[in-house]
């Protein structure tokens, strides 16, 4: 028999200081009499919140257990401390969290049925919402709260559901639902997955979190239930914003070499043969080609000119051209806002956000 909910799922949080967002999230947590247990594992530099958290009667509403770790230092350390936490996780499913994001908690026991119910899924999840915090004059901020905010829904459910593990990893290359990384998880699963950090040092965030995905996505499907559930605030991640700092992922694995990681993890899926696997690389190699293309500051240009490259040039010119004129004789679509009434308390100013 299956356990009940509150007896089934916990949540990992891990931390890197911006204590203002975790102080956030315990408050929202706290409020919304969260009956999951949560492990929090910080990684930060900030005695203050580690004071904090050794005082669990300051949030009577929630279960929860502390675990310090060695400073966050770069990218493997923080891997090292995010399998740690997830092999310490002994309920069926698990939940990954981060400070500066939201869960509604109403779809998870919906979430854990599905999974209850279908041995097939590896994981279950919900709508995305993007949320931006705004300063009166509309600015973002990467704040934890401000005089406003804007809420948009991300309308496309995703699900990973192909038959076969090749079939869904190629799928999900070519969807991309990577917030699928905030679904509901087999513990099982997600632990054999991350435990390839004791083996080698992954060089790139990106090449960590596919990874993953690959890794579950050969254990099982992944489905998406039609319900508001992972918030995501904009502007406010250290890892984002690290990432675009570092230039576009094209560039990040070549100076890392992180297609090394991603050759040593398409060859540890032993469960696919090695037509499968050339399949798989197939699909990345497709990824990264779209990932090269999106323009940033340091693309490389040609140097060398001829006639390929003059009608190239031409091509590029006219696209910029037409581009503009296209789009003054067409509306361009309504992004779909909404309101987050249970969130407001925590995101729209109230002289307390950000406070323990």
């Known amino acids: 028999m299956a356990p009940p909910a509150g007896q089934a799922l916990t949540l990992v949080l891990t931390l890197k200081d911006r204590s203002a967002f975790t102080y956030r999230w315990l408050r929202y947590m706290n409020d919304a009499q969260c009956p999951y247990l949560i492990l929090i594992a910080d990684g930060g530099a900030d005695p203050a919140i580690e004071t904090h958290l050794r005082q669990p009667a300051l949030y009577p509403n929630l279960r929860y257990t502390y675990l310090r770790y060695p400073f966050d230092r770069d990218y493997p350390a923080y891997y090292r401390k995010l399998a740690d936490a997830l092999d310490r996780v002994t309920t069926p499913y698990v939940l990954m969290a981060d400070n500066d994001d939201f869960f509604f908690l109403d779809p998870i026991p919906s979430f854990i049925d599905c999974l209850n ?51 869904r990893i190629c799928t999900f290359l070519a969807l991309r639902p990577w917030s699928a990384w905030y679904h509901v998880h087999r513990t099982a699963a997600i632990q054999a997955a991350t435990r390839a950090v004791h083996d080698h040092e992954f060089r790139d965030p990106c090449s960590f979190e596919i990874h993953v995905h690959l890794w579950l996505l050969t254990a099982g499907k992944s489905m998406h239930v039609d319900a508001l559930w992972y918030v995501r605030q904009y502007g406010s991640s250290q890892l984002t914003s690290a990432l675009v700092q570092e230039g576009n992922v094209m560039e990040r694995f070549t100076s890392s070499n992180a297609f090394a990681d991603l050759h040593r993890s398409v060859e540890s899926l032993s469960a696919l043969s090695a037509s499968d696997r050339h399949r798989v690389y197939r699909a990345l190699t497709r990824w990264i080609a779209s990932e090269a293309h999106k323009g940033h500051p340091g693309a490389v240009k040609n140097t060398v000119t001829g006639p390929e490259d003059v009608v190239e040039r031409l091509y590029r010119w006219t696209r910029r051209l037409v581009r503009p004129l296209a789009s003054a004789f067409r509306s361009r679509p309504v992004v779909p806002t909404t309101r987050l009434p249970s969130l407001e308390p925590f995101i729209v100013d109230s002289g307390r956000n950000g406070l323990p």
């Open 117 to 167: 119910r279908d041995d097939s899924l590896v994981s279950c999840g919900g709508r995305q919402v993007n949320l931006r915090v705004l300063a009166t004059n509309g600015e973002m901020l990467a704040a934890p709260s401000a005089a406003d905010y804007r809420a948009t829904v991300v309308e496309d459910l995703k699900p990973v559901t192909d038959p076969h593990p090749v079939d």
